[in-house]
């Protein structure tokens, strides 16, 4: 359970920090420009949300399993980012909808 | 020879890619399989389908078991023969017993190792093995092939080319390769952040399949890197063999200061000596590894020198919480069952190395992880096939134009060995639940289906490319595509019509390793019949093989 959640904050902490990038902001905001602010919290939201997925897998098992863990959930979460952005990038709208 | 280091990077990244990806797309899916080699184990042999087992008792059933475990397998004999000058010996004489198992095995595999008393080499010896149903002693039929842990996954590091260990010299220098393409990859690739999440299904093939081939190469880099690289650490020996060569008497003397040093005897007394109740050594052992608060599986018990003065008994902890494969040894004298020595905690060398040995060989418990692996060597599949199938695209108007056949060759090769290989896998599952139950030599059977429907794959690809030749696509990827949709689809129905478990009984009763397999399988079938679907479209063709599964 611990873990589903941990992968779910790396994909989250990933996708915020994919729409830091003014390429896949502009898929879900056509029109509004991404701010430095903007990104600059987009990035540090990322990062806990990074680091808390890793704190989550280290609560669990054993450091040298739990990194293992942590970084392969990394690669899931990457890939599914990448097909989301592809295929289906209104699905992350939730993530930014404070800048409406 | 180029202009700039990123030329010669990309030189290096496509040729090498090139001629070892056939190697390396090889070992990344059958390694990927063996992730879940023990489920395939179970799917191809029902009369093993029952929980997994602790280790049995040993005075009551495995004594007997080694016992009967009088002379070394018959391969084991032929590998003798290469061991001794002159003729084979009479006997073999009885050295070590041992038996390991995991907590996804329900059968134990139990080895005898033998003395070869004229060998060359005086520490050469050869193996007896047999497999055993836990609950009884009772041996399963050695012409019972393991699919998944006795043909996939030593195909995934020695490609079954035993002569002079050639097979897992290619793997090797086919990982070093990786190691050199990962590398090169990065340093070629423009963008790696930029593009890190970049897949743009909509642009022409040749801009799909390159992203597709970064995407998967860049997500799981970590996983290749660590993979490739740790697959090169454990057969180190294999590739630096100057423990056997120059570095042989100090490898010697530090054999004889370690047994001086614990107390383990490094070789037999010559005196003859009774077994003390091995049983009551391993309750000691679980007694002491409750004391240090862990849990107490045996994973590997461990006879030496067998009726001797100096055997002792070794007993290690099932490795099944932590990434080392076992651990926190014990050991026993034998004839007294009086404690010799507990192993103290690891040096920080020998953790690395059981760290780098122990993620890529994944005894350990945790689902989520093997499945996570197996994502990764999936990934790895597709990135070098889109890699060779982006060699082609780039090329084959070109080669089209000139009349030259190398984009028809890659393409040919490509197809044998994406969907050449699925089809021999599958074939082999087919011919596991086809072929009579009492065939003589059935594992040799299973074997030949494997190899003889790879090469027909490949003979086959290259008879229907001949349009990649004219620029145009390779009907044989359709047809295999739809090959592979058949045999996935009949796999498992042929599991049902031979077995009974079908997948709603085996889903009631929660039997994963069937259920799981099953459903991969079906979820194969589906997936190659819409590929095949699209590839109907000659337009489309390459671009959605693309995201196939391999």
């Known amino acids: 359970m611990m873990l589903l959640l941990a992968f779910f904050l790396s994909f989250v902490g990933l996708a915020l920090l994919a729409l830091a990038m003014e390429r896949h902001w502009r898929q879900l905001r056509a029109t509004r420009p991404l701010t430095s602010t903007a990104a600059r919290s987009l990035r540090f939201a990322g990062s806990v949300a990074l680091a808390s997925s890793l704190a989550l897998c280290l609560s669990v098992d054993h450091a040298s399993m739990a990194s293992l863990v942590w970084v392969m959930t990394l690669a899931v979460s990457a890939f599914v980012l990448a097909m989301l952005l592809a295929w289906r990038p209104g699905w992350l709208a939730p993530l930014i909808s404070w800048s409406r | 020879m180029y202009q700039t280091f990123r030329q010669s990077m990309t030189w290096l990244h496509t ?56 002379e070394p397998d018959p391969d084991a004999v032929e590998l003798a023969r290469s061991m001794v000058d002159g003729p084979l010996p009479e006997k073999y004489p009885v050295m070590d017993w041992s038996a390991y198992t995991t907590h996804r095995d329900p059968v134990l595999d139990t080895y005898v190792s033998f003395d070869v008393p004229n060998a060359r080499n005086p520490d050469d010896h050869v193996h007896g093995h047999q497999t055993i149903d836990p609950r009884t002693g009772a041996q399963l039929s050695a012409s019972d092939l393991k699919i998944g842990s006795e043909f996939f996954y030593p195909l995934h590091y ?7 260990e050639l097979g897992y010299w290619i793997v090797g220098f086919a990982a070093l390769s990786m190691l050199a393409a990962l590398v090169s990859g990065v340093v070629i690739h423009r963008k790696i952040f930029r593009e890190l999440f970049t897949f743009r299904p909509q642009k022409q093939r040749q801009r799909v399949t390159l992203d597709l081939h970064n995407l998967t190469g860049v997500v799981a880099l970590p996983f290749h890197f660590f993979f490739a690289f740790t697959g090169l650490v454990i057969f180190a020996g294999i590739y630096f063999p100057v423990s056997e060569t120059q570095l042989r008497p100090l490898v010697e003397a530090h054999e004889q200061a370690e047994a ?43 006879v030496n020198h067998v009726g001797d003065a100096n055997g002792y008994v070794s007993i290690y902890r099932a490795g099944t919480d932590r990434i080392a494969l076992t651990g926190q040894g014990i050991h026993y004298q034998a004839s007294t069952g009086a404690l010799i020595r507990e192993d103290p905690p690891e040096t920080a060398i020998a953790s690395v190395n059981e760290f780098l040995t122990g993620l890529h060989l994944q005894h350990f418990r945790h689902w989520l992880l093997r499945f996570l692996y197996l994502f990764g060597g999936l990934a790895g599949c597709v990135c070098i096939a889109t890699g060779f199938l982006f060699f082609v695209e780039k090329r084959k108007q070109q080669h089209a134009r ?107 009763t929660r039997y994963w390793p069937v259920a799981g397999i099953d459903l991969f399988l079906l979820a194969t079938g589906v997936t190659a019949s819409l590929i095949a679907h699209r590839l109907r479209r000659p337009a489309l063709a390459h671009a959605h093989l693309a995201t196939m599964k391999p």
Do not use: C, K, Y
Request: charged letters at 15%; zero cysteines.
């Open chain 2, 15 to 70: 040729w090498f890619g090139l001629v070892l990806g056939f190697v390396l797309i090889v070992v990344f899916f059958f390694g990927a399989l063996s992730v879940f080699d023990r489920e395939i184990d179970r799917w191809a042999q029902p009369a093993t389908r029952f929980a997994p087992q602790p280790m049995p008792s040993f005075d009551h059933l495995l004594r007997p078991v080694f016992e009967r475990i009088t």
């Open chain 2, 158 to 164: 020695s490609l079954h080319l035993e002569w002079m």
């Open chain 2, 260 to 302: 001086a040093a614990t107390g383990l005897p490094h070789d037999p007394a010559g005196v003859a000596a009774p077994l003390a109740s091995v049983d009551a050594m391993v309750s000691d052992a679980r007694r002491r590894w409750a004391s240090r608060g862990m849990g107490g599986d045996v994973g590997f018990l461990f």
């Open chain 2, 402 to 508: 000139d009349g030259v056949a190398g984009a028809r060759i890659v393409d040919a090769l490509a197809i044998a060995t994406i969907t050449g290989t699925l089809i021999a896998a599958l074939s082999m599952l087919v011919a596991n639940r086809l072929l009579p139950e009492h065939l003589a030599d059935r594992d040799e059977w299973q074997r030949n289906v494997f190899w003889m429907t790879w090469l027909a794959s490949g003979v086959h690809a290259f008879w229907r490319s001949g349009f990649t030749q004219e620029g145009g696509a390779a009907p044989a990827w359709r047809e295999q595509t739809l090959l592979v949709a058949v045999l996935a689809v009949a796999a498992p129905i042929l599991n049902w019509l031979t077995t009974g478990d079908h997948l709603l009984a085996t889903l009631e």
